[in-house]
Each structure stands twice: as structure tokens, then as C-alpha cells.
């Protein structure tokens, strides 16, 4: 069984929104969530974490245009975007990660990505 799988992508036109979605066969609830973006040839950039606790923390480039949810219950996370630009374009990813304090998104690289998704593709157009 995949632990984590994305939905939620697809084509909008620049000031659009799209809500992704991340099921999980694992307890979400015992791990730090977040979701990654790859541009092309570019690494990978976390632009969303939240933590056990439910804190929530984004990169400046998204900032109160992205948001991060959880549904413990459900073990699905969640990703809010709104007022999409054309940069936003890429492969977004989910990812798990037992962790302690998040002061950035990508801090869960430093403890390691214990599991990732497969990615979902979104596409801005301008």
C-alpha cells in the first residue's frame, strides 16, 4: 500500500486556486506533514509544514496565499492555494517525517523525509 498519495492537481489560469490533497495509509497524526514543489530541473523546495501539534508554517514565496491543513481522522493533509502565478507550476509533493520543532518548511529535511508521495502535477497558465 502507497503511504501517501496526492490529488488535487491540474491546469488553471494565473488567480486561480487548487486544493491538493494528500491521503496517507499512515497515522498522520504521529508525524510532521508538508508538501514540496519541483520546477523542472530544480531541487525540491518545501513550501508548506505543519506539525504534530497542528502549527503550521510556509515559505515566504507562498506565504498567505498557501495554506497547510490536516484531517488527523481522515489521515489526509491538505494544501490551499490561492491566487496562483505562472511560478507556482511544478510537481507537488507530500511528505512525512517524525520531527520535533519546525521554525521553516525545510527543516523537514533535516530530519529526514521518511516517506513521499508520488506527486501531483499543477500547471499555471498566464
Known amino acids: 500500500q502507497v503511504p501517501l498519495m496526492e490529488s488535487g492537481g491540474g491546469t488553471v489560469q494565473s488567480g486561480g486556486s487548487l486544493r491538493l490533497s494528500c491521503e496517507a495509509s499512515?497515522?498522520?497524526?504521529?508525524?510532521?506533514m508538508g508538501w514540496f514543489r519541483q520546477k523542472g530541473g530544480e531541487e525540491r523546495e518545501a513550501v508548506a509544514a505543519v506539525d504534530i501539534d497542528g502549527n503550521s508554517i510556509s515559505a515566504d514565496s507562498v506565504k498567505d496565499r498557501f495554506t497547510i491543513s490536516k484531517d488527523n481522522a481522515k489521515s489526509i493533509l491538505y494544501l490551499q492555494m490561492n491566487s496562483l502565478k505562472p511560478e507556482d507550476s511544478g510537481m507537488y509533493y507530500c511528505?512525512?517525517?517524525?520531527?520535533?520543532?519546525?521554525?521553516?518548511?525545510?527543516?523537514?529535511?533535516?530530519?529526514?523525509?521518511?516517506?513521499w508521495g508520488k506527486g501531483t502535477l499543477v500547471a499555471i497558465s498566464s
Open positions: 499512515i497515522y498522520i497524526s504521529s508525524y510532521c
Open positions: 511528505a512525512a517525517t517524525r520531527c520535533t520543532v519546525l521554525t521553516d518548511p525545510e527543516d523537514l529535511n533535516l530530519y529526514g523525509i521518511d516517506y
